[in-house]
């Protein structure tokens, strides 16, 4: 089966996708040859206008064809009179380009030119510079993304993961010593930072993802002491900086925390006179009786009159409310839906109801006093926040979909059943940079990350796995991939339209399941490209003709559709006029609105180089 890029994926040329969008697919060269219907041609794809990743491409559409290029995302119009079909809009930086006009290596964005050749470039991309005397952009140094034009090794600002170091303007990993001595690598502002700027004496730090900010491990001059905040928070301090709050006491020339208890503290203390002398507690902590120790003041109780006796509890730590059933109190953590809490909730209050105030990392936030919870992924940790991502879904025993990790945030963790988890809990998976590349035996690759056919969620999807790839679907949501590798994803939905692939280089073959669909046939071994055949559609969809699309069909007299609300066959007394039915025994003409199907994705116009299906 031959394939055609719609929107940026690879879609069977019979799908509802390809016909919706006019491709007329060249079957030996996996891409488009025209489009229609409000779609344009380029680079061998159909896209739709109005919207990405179209509209990252062209403004303007007029019979299949681009009428206007996007000039601020890097693009410029054809100048030819007549330009080769899907070659209206040339990137600034293609230097193949069309009909004599092309781009420049490097180039950002750019004028068109007014004669064949290259377009006049306005702006380089990250990692080149304008020449100042020709029409160049010029490669700058290792790791930089900006760099001075008369010396292009002469950094200005460093790509993500790299660190400027002002001194030498060049760009280093920021490990070890590499920012150089009192010194820390700023994620924030990939900039080699002195340690002393942010914290005066310090002499030696590094960076906290968890404050956001440098923390102190050395400290010199005229404040010697490193101080630390219960929060850990770290400043250079003087005995007179030391002795301010009365949280820390100098002693042995180091200034200790009152409730450092590893160091001779009391455990729990807060502030104090002295190592042995508490005056005050920290929450969740309560003078002893005549005493000067602290003690807790039971399970997660923040304030109370008597230690251990949760009677007495008064409030609790943040992500927990205090709970009374008659004279037994419990602090009950925020989310805890069985004893009263709300699902996914992170801080809360109670005054005679409960209130959410935040949401767990894996649950979007929405609303403000009360704010509401949604789920969006089953990591609790949301794969590491922003900087992961749980696009894994995996549909669950009763059809609903749950959301996985396929990238993990943190680049010592990894997807392992969904969850990102550290080197200790790889179970002989080979995983690194935050994903995993090949499962071993009884695991299965699948988006990113290795699953275990003997748990949940691997077992939703995969029944055996013995050579590190799946082997026979779980049920009749699945698929195993015909010819699949371990280090290729080896099980898929049967509803998934983006699909997945087997081999490498020359010997590459697709696979995709079909949008909307109930239940189908498993593709065979491709060559190229194969889709699932459909048998049931889900409830408000029908099966095309073809049975490779599950479509909405509303117009009246049509027995069957090929794309939503195109007709391609009517029923008895209709005829087919286009894509609607028109009424043989009268002059009514179907009223129905012909539609088509749109797949949203972003795609940065820079990456859009054109793809065989």
Same mark, same amino acid.
């Given at each position: 089966? #031959?394939?055609?890029? @719609?929107?940026?994926?690879?879609?069977?040329? &019979?799908?509802? =996708?390809?016909?919706?969008?006019?491709?007329?697919?060249?079957?030996?060269?996996?891409?488009?040859?025209?489009?229609?219907?409000?779609?344009?041609?380029?680079?061998?794809?159909? !896209?739709?206008?109005?919207?990405?990743?179209?509209?990252?491409?062209?403004?303007?559409?007029?019979?299949?064809?681009?009428?206007?290029?996007?000039?601020?995302?890097?693009?410029?119009?054809?100048?030819?009179? &007549?330009?080769?079909?899907?070659?209206?809009?040339?990137?600034?930086?293609?230097?193949?380009?069309?009909? $004599?006009?092309?781009?420049?290596?490097?180039?950002?964005?750019?004028?068109?030119? =007014? =004669?064949?050749?290259?377009?006049?470039?306005?702006?380089?991309?990250?990692?080149? +510079?304008?020449?100042?005397?020709?029409?160049?952009?010029?490669?700058?140094?290792?790791?930089?993304?900006?760099?001075?034009?008369?010396?292009?090794?002469? /950094?200005?600002? /460093?790509?993500?993961?790299?660190?400027?170091?002002?001194?030498?303007?060049?760009?280093?990993?920021?490990?070890?010593?590499?920012?150089?001595?009192?010194?820390? #690598?700023?994620?924030?502002?990939?900039?080699?930072?002195?340690?002393?700027?942010?914290?005066?004496?310090?002499?030696?730090?590094?960076?906290?993802?968890?404050?956001?900010?440098?923390? *102190?491990?050395?400290?010199?001059?005229?404040?010697?002491?490193?101080?630390?905040?219960?929060?850990?928070?770290?400043?250079? %301090?003087?005995?007179?900086?030391?002795?301010?709050?009365?949280?820390? @006491? +100098?002693?042995?020339?180091?200034?200790?925390?009152?409730?450092?208890?590893?160091?001779?503290?009391?455990?729990?203390?807060?502030?104090?006179? &002295?190592?042995?002398?508490?005056?005050?507690?920290?929450?969740?902590?309560?003078?002893?009786?005549? $005493?000067?120790?602290?003690?807790? /003041?039971?399970?997660?109780?923040?304030?109370?009159?008597?230690?251990?006796?949760?009677?007495?509890?008064?409030?609790?730590?943040?992500?927990?409310?205090?709970?009374?059933?008659?004279?037994?109190?419990?602090?009950?953590?925020?989310?805890? +839906?069985?004893?009263?809490?709300?699902?996914?909730?992170?801080?809360?209050?109670?005054?005679?109801?409960?209130?959410?105030?935040?949401?767990?990392?894996?649950?979007?936030?929405?609303?403000?006093?009360?704010?509401?919870?949604?789920?969006?992924?089953?990591?609790?940790?949301?794969?590491?926040?922003?900087?992961?991502?749980?696009?894994?879904?995996?549909?669950?025993?009763?059809?609903?979909?749950?959301? !996985?990790?396929?990238?993990?945030?943190? &680049?010592?963790?990894?997807?392992?059943?969904?969850?990102?988890?550290?080197?200790?809990?790889?179970?002989?998976?080979?995983?690194?940079?935050?994903?995993?590349?090949?499962?071993?035996?009884?695991?299965?690759?699948?988006?990113?990350?290795?699953?275990?056919?003997?748990?949940?969620?691997?077992?939703?999807?995969?029944?055996?796995?013995?050579?590190?790839?799946?082997?026979?679907?779980?049920?009749?949501?699945?698929?195993?991939?015909?010819? #699949?590798?371990?280090?290729?994803?080896?099980?898929?939905?049967?509803?998934?339209?983006?699909?997945?692939?087997?081999?490498?280089?020359?010997? @590459?073959?697709?696979?995709? $399941?079909?949008?909307?669909?109930?239940?189908?046939?498993?593709?065979?071994?491709?060559?190229?490209?194969?889709?699932?055949?459909?048998?049931?559609?889900?409830?408000?969809?029908?099966?095309?003709?073809?049975?490779?699309?599950?479509?909405?069909?509303?117009?009246?007299?049509?027995?069957?559709?090929?794309?939503?609300?195109?007709?391609?066959? *009517?029923?008895?007394?209709?005829?087919?006029?286009?894509?609607?039915?028109?009424?043989?025994?009268?002059?009514?003409?179907?009223?129905?609105? @012909?539609?088509?199907?749109?797949?949203?994705?972003? %795609?940065? %116009?820079?990456?859009?180089?054109?793809?065989?299906?």
């Amino acid at each position: 089966m #031959a394939g055609a890029p @719609i929107d940026s994926f690879c879609r069977p040329s &019979s799908s509802p =996708q390809a016909i919706t969008a006019g491709c007329t697919a060249d079957a030996s060269a996996g891409v488009c040859g025209s489009c229609s219907g409000g779609f344009f041609l380029f680079r061998g794809g159909c !896209y739709k206008a109005g919207q990405e990743p179209g509209s990252e491409i062209c403004m303007a559409v007029e019979g299949g064809k681009c009428t206007a290029c996007n000039a601020a995302n890097g693009l410029f119009q054809n100048p030819a009179a &007549s330009p080769t079909l899907g070659s209206e809009c040339i990137l600034c930086w293609d230097t193949t380009g069309a009909d $004599g006009y092309k781009g420049v290596v490097g180039c950002n964005t750019c004028t068109a030119p =007014q =004669q064949t050749g290259a377009a006049t470039c306005n702006t380089c991309q990250a990692g080149y +510079v304008k020449a100042t005397s020709t029409n160049e952009c010029k490669p700058c140094g290792t790791g930089c993304s900006a760099c001075s034009a008369s010396n292009q090794q002469e /950094c200005t600002a /460093c790509l993500e993961g790299k660190y400027l170091k002002s001194d030498s303007h060049t760009c280093v990993d920021g490990t070890g010593d590499t920012c150089g001595q009192g010194k820390y #690598a700023d994620p924030t502002t990939n900039e080699c930072k002195s340690c002393a700027t942010d914290i005066p004496e310090c002499t030696a730090c590094t960076y906290s993802d968890t404050l956001q900010k440098p923390v *102190c491990s050395a400290c010199g001059g005229s404040k010697p002491l490193l101080k630390t905040a219960i929060d850990g928070t770290t400043t250079c %301090v003087d005995d007179t900086g030391c002795a301010v709050g009365n949280t820390h @006491i +100098v002693d042995n020339a180091k200034c200790l925390r009152c409730g450092d208890d590893a160091n001779g503290g009391l455990a729990g203390c807060n502030t104090c006179s &002295s190592k042995t002398t508490c005056t005050t507690c920290q929450d969740g902590y309560v003078k002893n009786n005549g $005493g000067s120790a602290c003690e807790s /003041c039971g399970s997660n109780c923040a304030t109370c009159t008597k230690t251990n006796d949760m009677s007495t509890c008064t409030g609790c730590l943040p992500g927990f409310f205090l709970k009374t059933d008659g004279s037994n109190k419990e602090c009950v953590p925020c989310d805890n +839906v069985d004893k009263g809490g709300i699902e996914g909730c992170a801080t809360c209050t109670f005054s005679g109801s409960l209130t959410c105030n935040s949401c767990k990392p894996n649950y979007r936030q929405s609303g403000s006093n009360p704010v509401t919870c949604t789920r969006t992924c089953e990591d609790e940790t949301a794969c590491g926040g922003t900087a992961g991502a749980c696009d894994a879904i995996v549909i669950g025993a009763n059809g609903e979909m749950k959301y !996985y990790c396929s990238y993990c945030g943190e &680049s010592t963790k990894f997807p392992i059943d969904g969850i990102c988890k550290g080197d200790s809990d790889k179970a002989g998976n080979t995983c690194a940079g935050g994903a995993c590349q090949s499962c071993a035996a009884n695991y299965f690759l699948y988006m990113g990350g290795c699953y275990n056919t003997q748990a949940t969620p691997g077992n939703l999807m995969c029944k055996t796995a013995p050579n590190g790839f799946c082997t026979a679907a779980a049920n009749s949501r699945y698929f195993a991939v015909p010819g #699949a590798a371990k280090t290729d994803q080896s099980v898929l939905a049967y509803e998934n339209p983006l699909g997945t692939t087997t081999g490498s280089n020359s010997d @590459i073959n697709a696979y995709v $399941g079909v949008e909307g669909c109930k239940t189908c046939e498993a593709p065979t071994a491709a060559t190229g490209m194969a889709s699932a055949k459909c048998t049931a559609c889900d409830e408000g969809k029908v099966l095309t003709g073809s049975g490779y699309g599950c479509v909405t069909c509303d117009i009246a007299g049509c027995s069957a559709c090929k794309a939503d609300n195109m007709c391609e066959a *009517c029923g008895d007394g209709y005829r087919l006029e286009g894509e609607a039915c028109v009424s043989t025994g009268g002059g009514n003409l179907s009223t129905a609105a @012909i539609a088509g199907i749109s797949v949203a994705a972003v %795609v940065v %116009v820079g990456g859009l180089v054109g793809f065989l299906c």
